[in-house]
């Protein structure tokens, strides 16, 4: 079974703070995705990567930039967190293996920035 | 712009009735369209995904989705639902093999 960890279930930083959140995944996936989930907002895509060192912005990168340095792990920055950036981060990896394949997610972290 | 409506946000259902949640989507070219399903406090699982042929399609946990061009549709099904079905569910329009649009979900309450 594919699997995709994020570091933290649950955190709380403070307003200003740089703040890592981190993904790993272990089936050796091309693609790799970071979302924010808000109530009645759905999912957003924020950043996603296809190849290692490589990135491309999404809907919603703005206050946020990622890092690729190794195929299996891919990590979120908020550089400065504010309180607007409280929510739901979902990381999620896809193989180019098979056309049109799903994306796993892993299970989230939930961000409070006080 | 690519979009998916559901537009149902939560919708509550007594156990062992039958289910339907809506899902219209907006998109120029074949669209490729999955049912993701959210458990308390987990990631997303994937239900089921529709690419072409058949457009009914069986997934996962009992749950069925058919696509229908014609309505810009695809809405899932399940006949009888447990109380374990209770989740967030969504429903997702794959964009340029790349991306995956997300409607804003549907909360699903079961209730004995």
């Known amino acids: 079974d594919v699997k995709v960890t994020q570091s933290s279930r649950y955190l709380v930083k403070r307003t200003g703070e740089k703040v890592f959140l981190e993904c790993v995944q272990d089936m050796d996936h091309e693609n790799m995705f970071w979302y924010r989930q808000d109530p009645g907002l759905g999912l957003r895509l924020i950043y996603f990567s296809y190849d290692v060192k490589m990135k491309e912005k999404g809907d919603i990168p703005e206050g946020y930039s990622v890092s690729r340095e190794k195929k299996e792990r891919f990590s979120l920055i908020l550089e400065s967190a504010s309180t607007n950036q409280t929510s739901m981060y979902l990381c999620a990896s896809r193989s180019d293996r098979a056309t049109y394949n799903e994306q796993f997610f892993g299970p989230g972290t939930r961000l409070t920035v006080l | 712009a690519q979009s998916v409506t559901q537009p149902d946000i939560h919708i509550t259902v007594s156990e062992g009735a039958s289910l339907e949640l809506r899902c219209n989507y907006s998109?120029?070219?074949?669209?490729?369209l999955f049912w993701y399903v959210q458990s308390p406090g987990q990631g997303l699982q994937l239900l089921l995904k529709?690419?072409?042929?058949?457009?009914l399609v069986q997934g996962i946990k009992g749950f069925e989705a058919e696509f229908k061009r014609s309505q810009s549709s695809f809405n899932l099904r399940k006949p009888s639902v447990h109380w374990s079905d209770a989740a967030e569910y969504f429903c997702a329009v794959l964009v340029g093999n790349e991306k995956l649009t997300f409607g804003t979900g549907t909360r699903l309450t079961i209730i004995p």
């Open positions: 529709y690419f072409s042929g058949d457009t």
């Open positions: 998109y120029g070219a074949t669209p490729y």
